[in-house]
């Protein structure tokens, strides 16, 4: 990996950070086509699809970091949040668990778990 890359991906992150979703994307998917095989590359960039709410891609990207790394928390995270959307309580559900489980600090994958529980617990 060149440090170019890296550079680029961070500026993506920074994008995604100051909430220029759009950017992010663009830099983002740069950063992928550079190093298509970098997990948390994909799992970022299904994180900024999932800002400008293209659910679609954002679970193409997610599948993609979770087939690259078993691992990545974000991945699992981005994909649960796609589940919630599309009403797949059980699947959010479970995603949002592994990333939990790898990331027992991830305050946000709980959040996501605790929505998608409500949600199946009342059948919407």
């Known amino acids: 990996m060149s440090n170019d890359t890296r550079s680029i991906f961070e500026q993506g992150k920074q994008l995604y950070d100051g ?3 759009k950017e992010a994307v663009i830099t983002l998917t740069k950063a992928v086509s550079l190093e298509p095989k970098k997990a948390d590359y994909r799992a970022w960039l ?3 699809y999932n800002a400008i709410q293209d659910f679609d891609k954002a679970l193409f990207e997610s599948n993609q970091a979770i087939d690259l790394d078993r691992n990545c928390g974000l991945a699992f995270r981005q994909r649960g949040f796609v589940y919630l959307r599309k009403k797949n309580y059980e699947g ?6 592994r990333a939990i489980e790898i990331n027992p600090k991830d ?3 709980f959040y996501y778990r605790s929505e998608g529980s409500s949600s199946l ?4």
Do not use: M, P, Q, V
């Open 121 to 124: 617990n009342r059948g919407s």
């Open 46 to 48: 299904a994180r900024a």
């Open 107 to 109: 305050e946000i994958a």
């Open 92 to 97: 959010a559900i479970n995603d949002l668990s």
């Open 19 to 21: 909430k220029r979703y």
